[in-house]
């Protein structure tokens, strides 16, 4: 009764951390990528969290960069033809309006 008590909690102690592996690499998987992986244990698990955390915020920067290239213009800083229709849009609420513009020239 003794040994099957310690290979369960054995058994718990070494699956704990591999269920939190796989629930962060499911919500990296989603798009989520803002909970850090926390193993209390060290080894192979407490790496595997380490490298899993590193990749969540590299995916995260990448991700912010690419958004960000594909809204605003690289010299000037302003938004772009995407960037200006998704600023309209959140504006207006999908209401119709008139956008006028002028071009002024010496």
Same mark, same amino acid.
């Given at each position: 009764?003794?040994?099957?008590?310690?290979?369960?909690?054995?058994?718990r102690?070494?699956?704990? +951390?591999?269920?939190?592996?796989?629930?962060?690499?499911?919500?990296?998987?989603?798009?989520?990528?803002?909970? +850090?992986?926390?193993?209390?244990?060290?080894?192979?698990?407490?790496?595997?969290?380490?490298?899993?955390?590193?990749m969540?915020?590299?995916?995260?920067?990448?991700?912010?960069?690419?958004?960000?290239?594909?809204?605003?213009? +690289?010299?000037?800083?302003? +938004?772009?033809?995407?960037?200006?229709?998704?600023?309209?849009?959140?504006?207006?609420?999908?209401?119709?309006?008139?956008?006028?513009?002028?071009?002024?020239?010496?």
């Amino acid at each position: 009764a003794v040994t099957i008590g310690c290979s369960l909690l054995l058994a718990r102690r070494m699956s704990d +951390p591999v269920r939190r592996l796989i629930t962060a690499a499911r919500q990296i998987e989603v798009g989520q990528y803002d909970t +850090p992986v926390e193993i209390q244990h060290g080894g192979d698990l407490a790496r595997l969290g380490t490298a899993l955390n590193l990749m969540q915020s590299r995916i995260r920067e990448r991700e912010e960069r690419i958004r960000r290239q594909a809204f605003v213009d +690289p010299l000037t800083e302003l +938004p772009n033809r995407l960037g200006l229709e998704a600023r309209l849009a959140d504006l207006t609420d999908g209401q119709a309006f008139t956008l006028v513009l002028f071009e002024l020239v010496d």
